[in-house]
């Protein structure tokens, strides 16, 4: 399987910074990566687009989206990011997990990712979770991604059976926002090309006040770049 | 949330014998079901439409069916449940992972379930695997089961934030398949609405030679009781 050929990984690609970062750190460390978006009924669809633009130009091998309608489920309806509540502006952290949170969303995501990696024959899965910046999301710490390695090796045939041993891959966990740009940077990552927004206009650009863009806006800023997306108004330029 | 209101919980209910089960039992511990049934291309649609008549019978509060295509994810293309590989008829059991499993199943279920647990207040859910008639699927293992409610109490707003502490339920885990069905007649599970067969008729009769029809005919036999089910040329007359 390995061979002097590249070893396979699953990359979970939501279109967004994070992501792409973890993409380029992932093709860095030799992997043949399979892009995996999803389609769950998200407000901010410009990050399927975004997510195809980033696998094509940081040469993934495959892009696949996933479709996953949870409407039925009403599952996710309590979340800001699937529903008809406001995304929140310009807010205060209070430490508390935000209205955006999406329950169990990044379990639902390496559940897919595992079983695709198991079908492909892929002992790697990239997140590109943060527990820094993670902004009060529970499924964004270092425990929560070792005890899906735990439940990976233990749930799958390839792993029970020992034919090799999964390993989840959160490369930017321990890193700031501008750390984070800074690393993708050096690896050549375009972010013109990835989509943060939660609450982009009609015509796509980012409204520059909800917490992902602020977050982004803050990461460039620190990481002593500009921003090469366009948002709404201006709102990027600082 | 409690204060005399029964518990929610969420049930996977396949429209298997096993699921079937589960849901009385959750019911006969008092709690209000959500039953979650999965679309995912499986051959077996009936488990579906069983699914729905199992729910009802039971006494479900709800009954709700997600739509899951990884067609588009390549990912479950090894599996004989989902793709063109004969299913096996009158198989030896060689202790192997069987040629129907489908990679990493019940981890995305679970994690599926999980998302919609938290979305309606829920911190209970019930699986109905067995381990022992486990066919040697690792994600029915009582290992897996712990792992997953770890992952469960790590990975949500709900159980990181102590608001409640979720379980995952496997009353099965231990039985034979005719402990199964003696303890559903006993709770009088009509088994003649569910369905087991993995390579049903177009009519819908089960085949009787499938690995899901032999455990259930043997563990009909091993409970001292009839299986209400009608079967191809009478494959289920012994």
Known sequence: MSGGADRLAVVL????????????????????????????????????????????????????????????????????????????????????????????RNTIFLAVALGYAEAIGAFDIFIGVNAIDYSGYPDCRPEFIEAFERLANLGTAAGAEGHGRFAVHAPLIGMTKGQIIRTGLALGVDYSLTHSCYDPSADGLACGHCDACRLRLAGFAEAGATDPLAYENGAGKR
């Open 13 to 104: 690609l939501s279109g967004g910074l994070d992501s792409a970062t973890a993409l380029a750190v992932a093709r860095e460390r030799g992997f043949a990566c399979h892009a995996l978006s999803f389609d769950y009924g998200q407000r901010h669809r410009f990050e399927l687009v975004a997510a195809g633009r980033v696998a094509e130009a940081l040469g993934a091998v495959k892009h696949r989206v996933v479709k996953l309608d949870l409407s039925a489920a009403g599952g996710f309806g309590r979340s800001a990011l699937t529903d008809r509540i406001d995304v929140p502006k310009d807010r205060a952290d209070d430490g508390g997990v935000p209205v955006t949170y999406v329950p169990a």
